[in-house]
């Protein structure tokens, strides 16, 4: 009965990992093979004759290269700025006591709840009015901090002691000194964890960069690989091959990083 127990979890374990896996598998074969062995009644898994026409067709007809580099310029600058915004403000709420700071956390957190489609309306106008539509920077502004960010980070913040803090002080270091020397070092995992969430939402998103950018040369990859249905027709093998194109990068960038997503997430807990 035990043994029984201990399979059973094993077995629907096995059976999420292959529902997951499997459309990655199909994506890699389908990228492949042929467009006539994609588009056939005839359903075969394996291609018959694996080739890489539609990688060599997806780097010589297109802009993939340079879309690449877009999004990857705007993820590391989103990375990068999140952090830089989240943390003073996470370390505010958690160890500076002024008024109406849990109002203003919970404001914060409410900014989760808000779909961007709402917004999407009066960000294009006031970028518009900027002059910065068409841009890398009209792409980069509305991800440039994350309130899951400021949650996590306030979560791992507020378990630090607050003696540590105090022999800080009492040694002469001011709130930033603190701040830089004391508390971020302590606040790694929390910190890569932010990183890594604000690097996937930036490589990852799609209708945003879709309205704010019209030139095909400034595309990200995720908008250049939805225009191939457009340029192509429909060429799924096509499709599939630019689609592995563009998991590649982030894959890496999560393969390198797992342990510290698992660790971070561990250590900051769902308290207060």
């Known amino acids: ?18 529902v997951w896996v499997f459309p990655l598998a199909w ?25 890489l026409y539609n990688y060599i067709e997806a780097f010589g007809s297109t802009y993939i290269l340079r879309w690449l580099l877009n999004s990857l310029i705007i993820s590391l600058v989103t990375m990068a700025a999140t952090f ?8 505010a709420f ?16 409410a900014g989760m709840m808000v779909p961007f489609q709402v917004l999407i309306v009066p960000l294009y106008l006031q970028f518009n009015s900027y002059g910065i539509i068409n841009t890398l920077t009209a792409a980069i502004l509305p991800r440039l901090a994350m309130p899951i960010g400021i949650f996590i980070l306030r979560q791992f913040y507020e378990g630090i002691p607050d003696a540590l803090e105090e022999a800080a002080f009492i ?50 990859i995720t908008v250049g690989i939805a225009n191939f249905q457009g340029t192509h027709g429909t060429e799924y093998a096509l499709i599939m091959a630019g689609a592995v194109i563009a998991s590649v990068p ?23």
């Open 1 to 18: 009965m035990a043994a029984r127990k201990k399979i059973l979890p094993r077995i629907l374990e096995i059976l999420l990992i292959a």
């Open 27 to 51: 994506m890699v074969i389908t990228s492949l093979k042929y467009e006539n062995e994609v588009v056939t009644r005839a359903f075969t898994f394996l291609p018959a004759n694996p080739t």
């Open 84 to 91: 830089i915004l989240d943390a003073p403000i996470a370390y």
């Open 94 to 109: 958690a160890k500076i006591r002024f008024p109406g700071r849990s109002i203003l956390f919970w404001l914060v957190m």
């Open 171 to 220: 040694d002469g270091a001011g709130r930033l000194r603190t701040f830089t020397r004391i508390i971020l070092p302590l606040g790694k995992s929390a910190a890569t964890t932010v990183i890594i969430l604000a690097f996937i939402n930036a490589w990852n998103d799609f209708l945003w960069p879709l309205i704010a950018i019209n030139d095909s040369v400034r595309y990200t």
């Open 250 to 272: 982030e894959l890496i960038f999560f393969l390198i990083f797992r342990r510290k997503i698992i660790d971070g997430i561990a250590m900051t807990g769902l308290k207060g």
